[in-house]
């Protein structure tokens, strides 16, 4: 799949994180609290730490802070995902040519509809692929 999103964290980023003790993900081992503050019209998120220093994410890094964050959460994005709206994009894009040959116009309504749902199911798994880690770093459960 060609991804035309930067990935939001580096291998070598998701490398380190999957390499910490399970017992770093446990909510209770993180007593970091989220804080979401307005300032102005950007949102800073500040991250209260254990000791009582504070953390401040850069707007530039959300999309780092919410792919760790959402890794191995039941809430988060899998590779399965992924696969599911690119067979889906597929589908859609298939069923947009049938349509197409049936005798429909340049320009018919029906087919570029299905053929903008599935540019948008596509775009949707590119966003959410920058979010994971590669899939080779991603161990099948059970090994």
């Given at each position: 799949?060609?991804?035309?999103?930067?990935?939001?964290?580096?291998?070598?980023?998701?490398?380190?994180?999957?390499?910490?003790?399970?017992?770093?993900?446990?909510?209770?081992?993180?007593?970091?609290?989220?804080?979401?503050?307005?300032?102005?019209?950007?949102?800073?998120?500040?991250?209260?730490?254990?000791d009582g220093a504070q953390a401040r994410i850069p707007p530039e890094c959300y999309h780092?802070?919410?792919?760790?964050?959402?890794?191995?959460?039941?809430?988060?994005?899998?590779?399965?995902?992924?696969?599911?709206?690119?067979?889906?994009?597929?589908?859609?894009?298939?069923?947009?040519?049938?349509?197409?040959?049936?005798?429909?116009?340049p320009g018919d309504v029906l087919v570029e509809q299905l053929r903008q749902e599935s540019?948008?199911?596509?775009?949707?798994?590119?966003?959410?692929?920058?979010?994971?880690?590669?899939?080779?770093?991603?161990?099948?459960?059970?090994?």
């Amino acid at each position: 799949m060609a991804n035309y999103f930067k990935p939001a964290v580096s291998e070598e980023a998701w490398q380190e994180a999957m390499q910490a003790p399970a017992s770093a993900y446990a909510p209770e081992a993180q007593p970091a609290d989220v804080n979401g503050l307005l300032e102005g019209r950007c949102m800073a998120i500040t991250l209260n730490l254990a000791d009582g220093a504070q953390a401040r994410i850069p707007p530039e890094c959300y999309h780092a802070a919410a792919a760790f964050a959402l890794f191995g959460q039941p809430f988060g994005f899998t590779w399965a995902d992924v696969d599911l709206l690119e067979r889906r994009a597929a589908r859609i894009g298939l069923q947009a040519d049938e349509e197409g040959k049936r005798g429909g116009e340049p320009g018919d309504v029906l087919v570029e509809q299905l053929r903008q749902e599935s540019r948008q199911m596509l775009s949707m798994a590119r966003r959410i692929a920058a979010l994971l880690p590669p899939r080779e770093m991603i161990r099948a459960p059970g090994s």
